[in-house]
């Protein structure tokens, strides 16, 4: 570690690698393979401490990386300053504005335990370990979204520590609202979030859970999967149903709600059924197997938002070695389901699933300038298809290699058949090299970026994402 920093520094807790707890520190994160020797974890606990700890990591040209939720691929990047956000996840709920807001640290979890007690939610993703800021930034899809859109669709305010260390407070109506604009949707490149306000919306009791589809052939799990897709944008917007292509099982599992808080009786003790939510009780309520399966395993039933539906993956998805990376496409074609259920059920590594995630209702009200978030466009039948492959370690390390390698494979086929890099930091950050991916992230809003990037941060100190460089800075060129 740079000896000077702990000086520079002196109120803020540091962990180089000769420090007690280091090791605890860095390996706290969901993704064992993302966990590598950063040269010291810097902890602030303020606003005031993150742009003392920015203005000193900007003047000794340090290679900065954020920690929020940790779920991301360069949390703990080799030899990186990282900025772990960890102490600041304060969560506000102002029920006369219907705004909930977090510390730049904060996870969904934190989030959820304390708009539970005030009745609300806000748009967020389906696993309370991710944190909050890291996934609203890049667009940020959940049970919510195609009723009240994406997280990054219901940014408020944001307070954000820019690469000169400044602290700027950006809203809808003032000077910065282009910087609010900017970070719904373009991760971290404008600068470290550290507080984030968002719009709330009413939640308790949902109606949903898990059901396994069994489809023992791939052509019935190809039945599954379109059938689903013709189905989803055709429902209210109360009603969101993923779909799950595990490896090599003989399932197409599907995470259900219905979060209409008219239909959902919500009355403490009261008890719910299937026929509450017509659209579920036609997609689930006849015959023994849901969306053409042989046989639906329903294990439904009226749920608590918070405590009870928002865990509800957290056992499937658990800590361990995975590579993933994600595409949108505008359109999921009967060519790219073949093709997703082939790379599921055919060829495929061993472990890990495809999550096939409908973008549509209330995200596809939304013009794609709306905020910079641009996501394939969308369109009325968007799907954002999220490639998870998950390994065993072994001493020569094949099964990461075949893992990584099939997972980028399933991408590149949806690419090539229409597919939209999405945002998301899953797979690197790809500081180096972002020509031509840049583009298909933001589409049009890329240029508008560019300028607010010059703006905020001339120099791209913040570059360890997606990287979206000043308008004057040249992208690598492609041949
Ligand atoms: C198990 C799992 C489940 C997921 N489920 C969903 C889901 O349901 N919906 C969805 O939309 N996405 C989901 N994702 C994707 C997730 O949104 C992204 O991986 C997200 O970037 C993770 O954020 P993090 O804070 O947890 O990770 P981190 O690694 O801590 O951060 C990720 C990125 O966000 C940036 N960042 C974090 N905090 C800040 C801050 N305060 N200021 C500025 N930049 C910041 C970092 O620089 C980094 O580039 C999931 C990922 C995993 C691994």
Known sequence: MDSTLKTALPKINILGPDDAGYDEERMRCWNKDVIHRPAAIVQPTTTEEVSQAVKVASSKKLD???ACGRHGHDCMKEGAMVLDLGKMTEVTVDKKSMTVTVGGGARLGDMDKVCQQHGVACVTGTNPDTGVVGLSTHGGAGYLSRQYGLAADNFVA?????????????????????LLWAVAGGGSNFGVITALTMKAHPMDHVYGGLVINVAPTVAMATRVVRTWRDWMPTQPRTVSVMCVLPCGAPVVPMAVVESDQALVPQAAGAKASLSCSPA????????????????????????????????????MQAEGHHYMSSVNVPHLTDTMVDALVAAARVDHPGGGEIILFSLTGAVADAKVESVA??????????????IIGSWKPDADGANRAKTKAWVQRVKEEMKALGGAESAHPLEGNMDADQGGLVQQVWSSNELRLREIKAKY???????????????????????
């Open 158 to 178: 944001a307070e954000v520590v820019t690469a000169s260390g400044a602290i700027v407070h950006a809203t809808p109506a003032n000077e910065h609202k282009d």
């Open 64 to 66: 900065l990386v954020i």
């Open 373 to 386: 978030y641009a996501g394939a466009g969308r369109g009325k039948s968007t799907v954002w298809i999220v």
């Open 280 to 315: 579920l009780q036609q997609a689930f309520g006849s015959g023994c197997g849901a969306f053409g399966a042989c046989v639906s395993v329903k294990m439904l039933g009226r749920k608590q938002y918070h405590t009870e539906l928002q865990p509800q993956l957290e056992a």
């Open 457 to 479: 941060d001339p120099d791209n100190f913040f570059k360890c994402n997606r990287n979206i460089k000043p308008t004057a800075a040249a992208y690598p060129v492609h041949s």
